[in-house]
Antibody, heavy 122, light 108 residues
Framework: QVQLVESGGGLVKPGGSLRLSCAAS????????MSWIRQAPGKGLEWVSD?????????YYADSVKGRFTISRDNAKNSLYLQMSSLRAEDTAVYYC??????????????WGQGTLVTVSS | SYVLTQPPSVSVAPGQTASITCGGNNIGSKNVHWYQQKPGQAPVVVVYDNSDRPSGIPERFSGSNSGNTATLTISRVEAGDEADYYC???????????FGGGTKLTVL
């Protein structure tokens, strides 16, 4: 069965860096676009970034993280990453990785991990 | 930039029908997805591409999309349907996913 397991969250000071990982299993990882979505405590969902399946690595970022966050993947290791730098208090959130599925017309997020909590505080 | 607007809360009695709306400029031209999120859990897609249901999602969940409003309809609501619901679209003008603010469904 499809599994996505995030790790790497924790407490970091403002201005610091953190690298999140998402280990994928149960499907051919290299066939799928992947996404990061976050949720601040008590708030709604906010899309963070997407990366394409192949080596051309088409990448998209939300304006709120562009220039500070870097998404990447290692298809040999079935892993997705999010390198976060210049972290701010407003980056505090649970970070989810999710798989993009193609319906035949459009992409949607069909599997999500359980999330990893990032807290940015001094 | 494109904005999706959802009511913060909807309440319904068990066995009744709940309708959760997602408003956006000409949203009927977009493909809307709906996610259910229960407390402490990751979101789960309940409707994709306006009206399709993933396997395992009850037929009680349905979706429609026209004009400036997309709607998630939950028929014969059960206590277990109590959750936050989010609509989502891909905004091709900005290459961004967009989520609505979420609607908390309360089963009375």
């Amino acid at each position: 069965q499809v599994q996505l397991v995030e790790s790497g969250g924790g407490l970091v000071k403002p201005g610091g860096s953190l690298r999140l990982s998402c280990a994928a299993s149960g499907f051919i990882f290299s066939d799928y676009y992947m996404s990061w979505i976050r949720q601040a405590p008590g708030k709604g969902l906010e899309w963070v970034s997407d990366i394409s399946s192949s080596s051309d690595s088409t990448i998209y970022y939300a304006d709120s993280v562009k220039g500070r966050f870097t998404i990447s993947r290692d298809n040999a290791k079935n892993s997705l990453y999010l390198q976060m730098s210049s972290l701010r208090a407003e980056d505090t959130a649970v970070y989810y990785c999710a798989r993009r599925e193609y319906s035949g017309y459009v992409y949607y997020l069909d599997y999500w991990g359980q999330g990893t909590l990032v807290t940015v505080s001094s | 930039s494109y904005v999706l607007t959802q009511p913060p809360s909807v309440s319904v009695a068990p066995g009744q029908t709940a309708s959760i709306t997602c408003g956006g400029n000409n949203i009927g031209s977009k493909n809307v997805h709906w996610y259910q999120q229960k407390p402490g859990q990751a979101p789960v897609v309940v409707v994709y591409d306006n009206s399709d249901r993933p396997s395992g999602i009850p037929e009680r969940f349905s979706g429609s999309n026209s004009g400036n409003t997309a709607t998630l309809t939950i028929s014969r609501v059960e206590a277990g349907d109590e959750a936050d619901y989010y609509c989502q679209v891909w905004d091709s003008s900005s290459d961004h996913w967009l989520f609505g603010g979420g609607t908390k469904l309360t089963v009375l």
